[in-house]
């Protein structure tokens, strides 16, 4: 009788979830812009500042005092908006709106989505799959190493009770 072993190595079927516990960084807005992402307050107005935060979730219709358009939606499409199997953008991929480990608390303070690796200059490894940014993409937001600061969520937090 003769057995044939078939072992398959990195392989994730499309349906399971990414299973890595170590990351390197973060996915946050560009240039240490604040943490808390304000959708309960009226700081923004214009689509030029809402467009960071539409970037990491297209699921918003309004964002503070801004709502979103289709002409504004549209204006965005050409940005990042797939997950890969693999970094190559001849890999299987589907459409993306929002980053699963994008949270908001009911104050309005934000944890960014973690990035477990990176391959070149675009590629980045997140917990759904591999994302491509583009050159626009690094308008928005940028790449940063180890954890993200918390030490501003408190006075943030104090603020939103207390206002």
Request: proline share 3%.
């Amino acid at each position: 009788m003769t057995v044939i072993a078939l072992v398959l190595l990195g392989c994730q079927s499309s349906n399971e979830k990414l299973a890595v516990t170590e990351f390197e960084g973060f996915i946050g807005f560009k240039q240490n812009k604040p943490w808390a992402i304000t959708f309960n307050d009226c700081t923004v107005y214009r689509f030029a500042e809402a467009k960071v935060y539409y970037w990491f979730d297209r699921n918003l219709d309004k964002l503070s005092c801004y709502k979103f358009s289709e002409a504004d939606k549209t204006a965005l499409l050409g940005f990042f908006n797939k997950v890969y199997q693999m970094p190559s953008l001849t890999a299987p991929s589907k459409g993306f709106i929002r980053f699963e480990q994008l949270n908001v608390s009911p104050s309005g303070w934000g944890t960014f989505p973690k990035v477990f690796a990176r391959q070149g200059a675009n590629w980045f490894l997140v917990q759904e799959g591999w994302i491509y940014l583009q050159d626009a993409d690094f308008e928005l937001v940028e790449i940063y190493q180890g954890l993200q600061d918390m030490s501003l969520k408190a006075t943030h937090d104090s603020y939103y009770k207390n206002h």
